[in-house]
């Protein structure tokens, strides 16, 4: 009788201290499905190819900095992980800062709106990729003078170059990335 | 890759060509190799798989699809699907042979490109088919369930069914006794020999008729005149016929050759059944006359005797027979001769055969059956009774004497068919047609 008590009892602790434990933030479950990425891409893309119907108010008034997206299958395995994050992630801040100065000097009002979708996006990869453990980026001063960058001047080249930074280097980093890898295994 | 590549084509320095592409997005493939096809196990499946291409980095990207036919067929059914390298077509066939065959390309997404040929044909023959044990069984339990109800069915309604499939011819040996077995069909030999009356009288018996038989001797004296003043307009052509009668018949009607006058009533007027009645109060009334006995046996015997029976319920189609039958006695005509002069009647229509100038036995009986067909059957007429034979016409008793009939055979020289002479001379009621 007493050891039943007793067992309930313990039983009874256990609950409550599972229910309050204190918190680490329980980390976020890894986006390991491609679809959501695939996704991002098809607006990329239909946004670039609403951009190259654009004929007025949809230039860049300055130059802007953005990630180059040459991808070397052997070059990029020669890189390790680490590499590979900062590359992807340096690119997406660019990538930010460009279509926000886009942003701002466009006028044309149906390109706002692929503009600002292609802007959330950026930020959802930007989410995506810290649920996959990677590590915070800490974005340089400015973007000037920056390795590995190219300099554009038109919107649609801007856009052109988005959709195939999110095509290229993202998806591979996406696809390789070592919480999926652990997952699926 | 997914940095745009500018190409120029020069020819001896002249550029020819000059194009930007991506080259991610213009992949060919080769087909799959190591196509595959087996069975699943189950009926109309055959489980396919192949090897994807070796591309790093592009194997989520790739989409399939499958052709497959049957060996002998041109048309074909595609399946596509999507990153998996294995399949299983469903809804084929039992025992027959299938083609296969597979083709890759890109997704279009990230990566894109054109599709690649056709893997080589690969021939699988899918499982032969099977009977489903559960339909087998089902259809033997509801075969058996239906052959059970119509069994059912059958015996219950057997004998309507029988009756319908082989209706019962009626045969006519019921009515005629010893017809067929003993005489063999020979109509006149069983009349003959045999008591036809039964024949004759049986329907009228059966036939819930009841004759109400006004009989007019002719000899007797119908003396005092029946005071009956108010006398329906039928019933004074009773009366009036029944006094012509005796005052034809006293004036020379005791010829024996003579005798065969017959006197039809033709009148409609005796159809009613109020006549009926009055007649025979009439009757009644001559039964209280003491009729002289011996004056009415010798005329009794020869003289012709008129016997009226009035209907109340007769059946028209029995009239009709009976009309046919009456017939050939040969007393029936339908004399359209004007109304004679001795005529008493009071109403000058009166249709009267007084037959005594046109009867004799001998002679053609005016009959015109033609006429007679053409009036109403509802005449009532009589039979003659020929000479020789006595028959006693009271009319209480008549229904006692109908099997007492009679027959004989006269010559008439009349116009009556052959097959009906037998029946002369039958005594048998007259009915009205009411």
């Known amino acids: ?180 890898r652990q997952e699926a295994s | 890759m997914f940095v745009q590549l500018d190409i120029q084509v020069y020819r001896e320095g002249i550029q020819i060509h ?73 809804g084929l066939e039992a025992g027959t042979k299938y083609r296969v065959q597979v083709r890759v390309n890109l997704d279009g997404i990230t990566y894109d490109g054109y599709w690649s040929a056709w893997s080589d044909p690969v021939f699988t023959e899918t499982l032969p088919a099977e009977l489903d044990p559960l339909i087998v069984s089902l259809t033997f339990i509801i075969s058996f369930i239906l052959v059970l109800l119509c069994l059912t069915m059958f015996l219950s309604h057997h004998r309507f069914l029988i009756k319908k499939l082989w209706p019962a011819i009626p045969t006519p040996d019921s009515k005629f006794q010893d017809l067929f077995t003993v005489y063999g069909g020979d109509f006149k030999e069983w009349l003959g020999q045999t008591s036809g009356s039964l024949w004759l009288t049986s329907p009228f018996i059966l036939s819930e008729e009841c004759p109400s038989p006004l009989e007019v001797l002719s000899e007797l004296n119908l003396c005092p005149p029946l005071s009956s003043p108010p006398l329906p307009p039928k019933a004074s052509k009773a009366l009036a016929l029944v006094r012509n009668e005796d005052r034809v018949l006293n004036k020379g009607l005791l010829d024996r050759e003579s005798v065969d006058k017959v006197d039809a009533l033709q009148t409609n007027g005796w159809r009613t059944p109020l006549h009926d009645h009055w007649l025979l109060d009439r009757l009644r009334e001559f039964q209280q006359h003491p009729v002289p006995r011996s004056q009415c046996s010798l005329l009794e015997c020869q003289d012709t005797y008129i016997t009226l029976s009035g209907n109340k319920c007769t059946e028209e189609e029995h009239t009709e027979d009976t009309l046919e039958e009456a017939l050939p006695p040969g007393v029936l005509f339908a004399s359209r001769k004007p109304p004679k002069s001795e005529s008493h009647s009071d109403l000058g229509s009166v249709q009267q055969s007084s037959g005594s100038g046109n009867l004799s036995s001998q002679s053609s009986f005016e009959y015109p059956n033609n006429a007679w067909m053409a009036k109403d059957p509802g005449y009532t007429y009589m039979a003659v009774a020929d000479s020789g034979v006595s028959m006693d016409y009271s009319p209480m008793s008549r229904a006692d004497d109908i099997g007492k009939v009679v027959i004989y055979a006269n010559d008439y020289k009349n116009e009556i068919p052959p097959h009906r002479r037998s029946f002369l001379v039958r005594q048998y009621p007259v009915h009205d047609d009411v």
């Open chain 1, 1 to 180: 009788m007493l050891r039943k008590t007793c067992r309930g009892l313990f039983a009874l602790l256990l609950l409550v201290l599972e229910w309050t434990r204190p918190g680490l933030p329980s980390p976020l479950r890894p986006i390991c499905d491609l679809r959501v990425l695939n996704h991002f891409i098809q607006e990329a893309r239909d946004a670039e190819v609403t951009m190259k119907s654009c004929r007025e108010g949809c230039g860049l008034t300055e130059a802007a900095f953005v990630p180059q997206t040459t991808v070397n299958f052997e070059d990029w395995e020669k890189k390790n992980a680490m590499e590979q994050a900062q590359e992807v992630q340096t690119g997406l801040w660019l990538l930010q800062q460009a279509l926000g100065l886009l942003r701002t000097s466009m006028t044309n009002s149906e390109l706002n709106s692929h503009i600002d979708s292609v802007i959330r996006n950026l930020q959802s990869i930007t989410a995506v990729l810290r649920s996959l453990n990677f590590q915070e980026y800490t974005p340089p001063a400015s973007t000037v003078g920056l390795e590995g960058t190219w300099q554009v001047s038109t919107a649609a080249e801007l856009l052109q170059v988005h959709l195939n930074f999110l095509r290229g280097k993202v998806r591979l980093l996406l696809l390789d990335a070592q919480a999926c």
């Open chain 2, 18 to 90: 000059n194009r930007s592409l991506l080259i991610e997005l213009l992949f060919l493939l080769d087909p799959p190799k190591n196509v595959t096809v087996s069975s699943t196990g189950h009926q109309g499946q055959l489980n396919v798989s192949w090897v994807a291409p070796t591309l790093k980095y592009m194997d989520d990207s790739m989409i399939y699809e499958v052709l497959y036919a049957p060996a002998d067929s041109h048309v074909g059914q595609v399946e596509a699907i999507q990153a998996c390298s294995e399949m299983i077509l469903r």
